[in-house]
C-alpha cells in the first residue's frame, strides 16, 4: 500500500503538469452546435436532422424570450423573370410563414399566403397550390393554429414535390435553402439580443445544418450554381461554417453573433427584398 503522503505528493505533481479544461472534458455531439468552439461544450444540441424550418423556430423560442411579431419583414416586390430570385424569394415567404405561426397573427398570415400565391404562380404552380394556401389562410382566420402548424409543413413539401414533377429540381433546392436561410435569419435576430453565452452559437443552428445547406446547394445544376444571384448565398454558407468549425475560437463572443446575423440579414435583403 503506498503510504498516505506519497499519494498527497503524486497528486499534487499531477495537478501541476495536467492541463485543467476550463469549459468541459464531455465530448461534443456530433450535430452540437458548439461542436466548432474550441473546447466550449453547449449541453443542448438546438438542430437535428429530422428537423424542418418550424421545428427550428419552435426550438428556439423555447431557449429565448422571442418577440415574433417584431420580426416580420417587409413585404417582397412583385416577382421579376428570374426563376431562380422567385423560387429563392418563394422560400424566403415560405420561412416567413412559420414566424407568423409562432406569433399567432391571422391577419400577416393571410397577407403573407397571398405573397406565395404570387410567387407560385410567377412558377407555374399557382392554380396548383392556391386552393391549400386560402384554406390554410382560413384555417388561420379560425384559430386553428394547432392543425395548421402541420398542414404548412406539409404545404412546404407538397410545393417541393410540384416543382420536382414539373422537372425543376434546382427551384426546388433553393425555395428549399431560400425557407431556411430566412429561419436562420430570424433565430440569428433573437440571439443578439440575448446575453447568455451557451445560447449564441443557436443563431447557425448547427455547423452540421450549415453544411447540410451547403451540400444541398451543390446538387444544382452547373449554371444556376455559377449564376450571380445566387453565389452570395453559398459566399454566406462557407464564410459561416469557417467562423463556427473554427476549433482554435473560444466560446462563441457576442460580436460573433452579431456579425453572422448581418451576414444573414445582408443577403436576403439583397435577395428578396430588392
Not at 89 to 118: K, M, Y
Amino acid at each position: 500500500m503506498i503510504p498516505f503522503s506519497n499519494v498527497l505528493v503524486l497528486s499534487t505533481a499531477l495537478a501541476v503538469v495536467l492541463p485543467v479544461h476550463v469549459w468541459s472534458q464531455e465530448p461534443v455531439p456530433p450535430n452540437s452546435i458548439a461542436a466548432s468552439a474550441g473546447e466550449f461544450v453547449a449541453r443542448v444540441i438546438f438542430w437535428t436532422e429530422d428537423q424542418t424550418p418550424a421545428d427550428f423556430l419552435e426550438m428556439a423560442g423555447q431557449h429565448t424570450k422571442a418577440r415574433w411579431r417584431t420580426m416580420y419583414r417587409p413585404q417582397p416586390p412583385s416577382p421579376t423573370a428570374d426563376r431562380n430570385k422567385a423560387a429563392f424569394t418563394l422560400g424566403s415567404l415560405i420561412g416567413e410563414t412559420f414566424l407568423i405561426w409562432e406569433a399567432g397573427d391571422s391577419q400577416q398570415f393571410r397577407n403573407n399566403n397571398q405573397d406565395i400565391v404570387t410567387y407560385c404562380r410567377m412558377l407555374g404552380l399557382g392554380e396548383k397550390m392556391k386552393p391549400r394556401l386560402m384554406a390554410q389562410a382560413k384555417m388561420a382566420e379560425m384559430d386553428e393554429w394547432k392543425d395548421l402548424r402541420q398542414e404548412i409543413v406539409d404545404g412546404h413539401q407538397e410545393l417541393l414535390r410540384l416543382l420536382r414533377e414539373q422537372m425543376d429540381d434546382d427551384l426546388a433546392v433553393l425555395v428549399d435553402i431560400g425557407a431556411w436561410m430566412r429561419s436562420l435569419e430570424i433565430v440569428s435576430k433573437l440571439v443578439v439580443e440575448i446575453p447568455d453565452v451557451d445560447k449564441r452559437p443557436l443563431c447557425i443552428g448547427s455547423p452540421a445544418l450549415l453544411a447540410d445547406l451547403r451540400q444541398d446547394f451543390a446538387t444544382l445544376g452547373e449554371t444556376t450554381r455559377r449564376s450571380a444571384l445566387v453565389q452570395p448565398v453559398i459566399g454566406v454558407l462557407t464564410e459561416l461554417e469557417k467562423v463556427w468549425n473554427d476549433k482554435n475560437t473560444g466560446p462563441p463572443t457576442q460580436s460573433m453573433v452579431a456579425r453572422t446575423h448581418d451576414q444573414l440579414r445582408g443577403l436576403m435583403e439583397e435577395l428578396t427584398l430588392k
